[in-house]
């Protein structure tokens, strides 16, 4: 039996939140730009003065288009186990993790990991349909960039708050983590430098 190279995407349920809630706002501020534009345009009563027309084209085309990219790139963040390593690509960030790096892979309660009473108003809010949830935290021995990078491109709940690793939280997590001690299992590390070296010598 051949093993695959590639494991499925599994969607980053953290990024899908945020995307479901900014393809709403963005299409309704878009609407109501295009709305007081084409009052501004038609009607003999403007409501603003006429040299912000523009303007209020140009935000409803901006607003509609960041919309349309929200309400398309739902899906568009996932992690995918590969043959030798753990991928993560979100819309700014494609993420290489060696399974050399992985320690461990363990199942956890997204609510005991970002209890709500830590969170502030707005961030329970944000949260709370993902509270019931069971993510899947991989513990490293080292992230494969900087923290700080890191931090600018990945949402501050993918941080494990109890170790060095990240946490995923996807639609089956269990498939997830079966998938991804499937493909660690029949991984084998290349040998070292050292080791060829010696074997060479013998």
Do not use: C
């Amino acid at each position: 039996m051949r093993t695959r190279k590639v494991g499925k995407r599994h969607t980053l349920l953290i990024y899908r939140r945020t995307m479901d809630r900014l393809w709403v706002v963005t299409l309704a501020l878009g609407l109501l730009l295009a709305l007081v534009w084409g009052w501004m345009w038609f009607s003999d009563t403007p409501i603003l003065n006429a040299r912000y027309e523009i303007w209020m084209l140009v935000g409803s085309i901006i607003a509609i288009l960041v919309a349309g990219f929200a309400l398309f790139g739902r899906y568009a963040a996932y992690v995918q186990p590969r043959k030798d390593h753990l991928r993560v690509v979100t819309p700014f960030l494609r993420l290489k993790i060696s399974y050399r790096r992985i320690r461990g892979v363990h199942p956890a309660s997204f609510q005991q990991l970002f209890p709500p009473r830590e969170a502030s108003w707005a961030q329970e809010s944000f949260l709370e349909p993902l509270y019931g949830k069971t993510a899947v935290v991989v513990d490293l021995t080292a992230y494969p960039m900087s923290p700080k990078m890191l931090k600018i491109f990945l949402a501050p709940q993918m941080f494990s708050p109890q170790s060095k690793g990240l946490v995923f939280l996807v639609p089956d997590w269990m498939d997830f983590s079966t998938e991804l001690d499937t493909f660690r299992s029949t991984w084998k590390p290349a040998p070292s430098n050292r080791s060829s070296t010696q074997r060479r010598t013998r």
